[in-house]
């Protein structure tokens, strides 16, 4: 194996670098010049997602344990930008002086969850897949606990940790019966010698609850919205964008590369998964006035609608899953990023408080509506676009029942996203949040969410692209 | 560049013109010349599709132009019009303008008022345009979407319950609507080929018929929420009195009209037999709407209230007379969106007017106001007539032409629907007259009313502008029923 050939693994090689850089460059800083720290961190990250954009080598390594190739590079690009922003929303609340300290720490726990996600995506074989999965979640804990001294942090990342566990010993489990089924767990070879037989069903089907831990899917789902609550916002946009979005990547890779043959079994279950985290998750979105849980049980419900892309096994839906994705990262940053912006500045974060906003802050409220909106689907923003190909991703194949329970969904979230405009707009308050100004990061941060809310839609071009690079059963 | 095109970016240019404005009092200026060279542009549009037709161009769209947008799945930007669509685009361009001007002493949050109106525009005129049906769809969406705002922060009354129940059941409509679309698509080539969104693409092939049965009725209806639709009119009353006057001008007269004309081109056209299979059904709806929206005017009290039922029944005729599937009556329904799209714009403009100086819409509290502002009592005198099919105005020459068309139908169904239909004309008259009666005529029922001024100079140029146009159709109807009846002739010849 010639040098050349680890510049397959180049994401994963310069996170690691930067990891290594913040490391050494925190033991050099001053006490005085922590703060600091804040920009050097994001630019660095910045060099990193702008590294990742260059051409890759395609390829496998190491016996076909890791795989490299157009469409996983894709991925790890989409998940970088969307860390990058995370970053960028995350500068206000790091620079509390309770957490001038752990300004590397976050960083570096960061960029570690990140290789892990890096690492499952381009996972070959379902150890070096377990192996990502675990360095993707157990820096995650940490960061959910990440305001230890608060009760519902330290809450929240314990009670990550414990679900996480018991679904990595679920799919663990179920990978065990795969691999005693099938005698290897190298994805090509498992996915020939699959059956239909019912040690492997079950197998698949154990398997498949932990993935759908992952991704807050129902049945799965009652960890995330106390996690969301409890966690530093920026922190739980984290979770229900990147994480979910990395989830939603290596699941799909397995489902089309590894079990095509028993499509028939998982498609009925994804169904019956699809409409219950749908339809639960818009019915109890609509009861929360906390901005964190609410935007937690409709990140469950945008999680449903994933697996419209799923359910076919086609060509549209892989393509449509990236690119929901990708519009997803945008619109939900967006909105996360300002109840975190104003859960900062304000402390405020029940959806009583953002009566009256538009009067005070007008710009804020017109990204949250264009966030909103993009969440519901309304064109013109791009979360129409998205929510569109994802339907006909399913139509395509036929689902036209499980379409429309959909489609009549959407109209339960738009009900719930336009309480949160009528408050900003409508509503008059005694007390509204007062006018505040953001810092520069902030600003670049929800400047680029913008941006891609309004551009990706009618950017067809990257919707051609992440086609050709996507691939059905 | 396509002049088609220019529908869109006029407006959107205008959007961008009022952002840029440092003056909020600008905003209505800017606005008022961008819907002034909208106006001009789409009558510009109209004689260029008059001088085409003279040539001999008897393609059945004109001005077509097309870019490709997403390639793999066969979605291009395509616009060009018909006879139809260069009717509805100059009703809109009408009625926007009016809007624009009702709307001249709107003091809160001006900005924001005139983007979303304009908004909503934008969504209008590229639904008219369009031939593909997923940036028709793109522009339905967007054309409903602020009503939400321009209801919930501008309007009266019980605006936030109002705004929530006619978004959600757009919305719904939409939702429907959406599968349909789908169906389409994905049967789009029955034979292999390309699957595609373009309708007159679509309209070429036949949809398998077990397909149309399912779809059919889902775009149907998805459309005729919007065309108000019984039972699914509800949104209506609530939404078009709540909503501000320029709102209701539009949203009556030229948003309820996307369903209707999305009915005949998009679920009609492309599934006709699925269409006459099931057109009994829509009918027994229509007749309802028809009678019961009338009905429903006559109980009312609140001035906004009577109109907008009085919608109810004059767009479930439309529907009905689409339903009817002949050049006669689908001629007059054509005509009939226009004329009550000119017609219901002219009554809120008014109602808008008289709340403004009798703060009351009540029709009980007021009284005797043509000897005080005689200016706006004509007018409304006018609307009224249109309104209850006077000859000589719009209302007559539409109605005429439906009732005419669906009695043509020989078999007893048809006709007793057509004899339930006819009676709203009496119904209509019941409730114009009872409203003129107590509203304009009889003595001054309150000293103040006295120092109300009549009709200022921008209300003059709204009123003038819609009452042109009702006139105009009375009387010379030929130059509309005849640009309409050679476009409406490819598709009753697909429902045959």
Redesign the interface.
Known sequence: MSPENFLMMRHELVLTLAFLTILIAEVFTNEDKKEKFRSFGIVLFALVTAIGMLPAPEGSLFGGMYQAGGTTTLMKNILNIGTLIVLMQSYTWLGRPENRDKIHEYFLLLISTLIGMNFMISAGHFLMFYLGLELATIPLAALAAFERYQNRSAEAGIKLILSSALSSGILLFGLSMIYGTTGSLYFPEVASRVAAMPLTLLGFIFFFSGMAFKMSLVPFHLWTADVYEGAPVNISSFLSVISKGAAAFIFIIILFNVFPVIIHTWERIIWVIAVLTITIGNLFALRQKNMKRFLAFSSIAQAGFFLLGFIGGNK?GMTTVIYYALIYIFTNLAAFGIVALIAEKTGKESMDDYDGLYKTNPKLSLTMMLAL?SLAG???VAG?FGK??L??AA??KGF?VL??IA??N??VA??YY?LV??AM??NKSEQPIPAFKSDFFSKLGLAICIAGIVITGFA?GL??MI?NLSYGI | MNILSFLVIIPLLTIAGILAAKDAQKAKVISAIGMGIQLIVSFAIVYLYLTERRNGNTDEMLMVSSFEWFKSLNIYYTVGVDGISVAMIALTSIVVFAGVYASWEMEDLKKEFFISLILLATGVFGFFISLDLFTMFLFYELAVIPMYLLIGIWGSGPKEYAAMKLTLMLMGGSALLMIGLFGIYFNSAPDGGELTFNIIEISKITIPIEAQRWFFPLTFVGFGVLGALFPLHTWSPDGHSSAPTAVSMLHAGVLMKLGGYGCFRVAMFLMPEAANEMAWIFIILTSISVVYGAFGAIVQKDLKYINAYSSVSHCGLVLFAILMMNQTAMTGAIIQMVSHGLMTALFFALIGMIYGRTHTRIIGEMGGLMKVIPFLGVAYVIAGLASLGLPGLSGFVAEMNIFFGAFEHPDTFHRVATIIAVTSIVITAVYILRVIAILLLGPVRDPHYAEFNDASWYEKLTLVALITGIVYIGMLPSGLSGIIRESIMPIVNKLM
Do not use: G, Q
């Open positions: 549209l909106f309304i064109p013109p129409f569109f190909f339907f006909a139509a395509e036209y379409v429309a489609v009549l959407t109209i738009l009900y336009l405009v009528k707009f409508i067809s919707f051609e086609r």
